[in-house]
């Protein structure tokens, strides 16, 4: 079992940058696909960027060519920088993971809050 902790989350004006990490104890980590799914008041939660165990990469439209998802299984810790942030990027961001892509994320954690201020 995996058990994740954000940090990273903060305040920073429109088009600033924040690097957001995840960090997981547990074994078997580089196993599993991991993602980021922001959720913002009164809005379900979303996935808009993903990075399988194999390393390849997914982003939602709106967050291509802002955004990077990477991961280093040596640290244990999936990462997503946020560049060219918009007040729409506003959110609590969870890290999420699943064990294989036929199964759904279900390792979840308590989520950082980021806040862009126009």
């Known amino acids: 079992q995996v058990q994740l902790v954000e940090s990273g989350g903060g305040l920073v004006q429109a088009g600033g940058s924040l690097r957001l990490s995840c960090a997981a104890s547990g074994h078997f980590f580089s196993s599993y696909d991991m993602g980021w799914f922001p959720q913002a008041p009164g809005k379900q939660r979303e996935l808009v960027a993903a990075?399988?165990?194999?390393?390849?990469?997914n982003y939602v439209d709106s967050v291509k060519g802002r955004f990077t998802i990477s991961r280093d299984n040596s640290k244990n810790t999936v990462y997503l920088q946020m560049n060219s942030l918009k007040p729409e990027d506003t959110a609590v961001y969870y890290c999420?993971?699943?064990?294989?892509?036929?199964?759904?994320?279900?390792?979840w954690g308590q989520g950082t809050q980021v806040t862009v201020s126009s």
């Open positions: 990075v399988t165990s194999g390393g390849s990469t």
């Open positions: 999420a993971g699943r064990r294989s892509s036929m199964l759904p994320y279900d390792y």
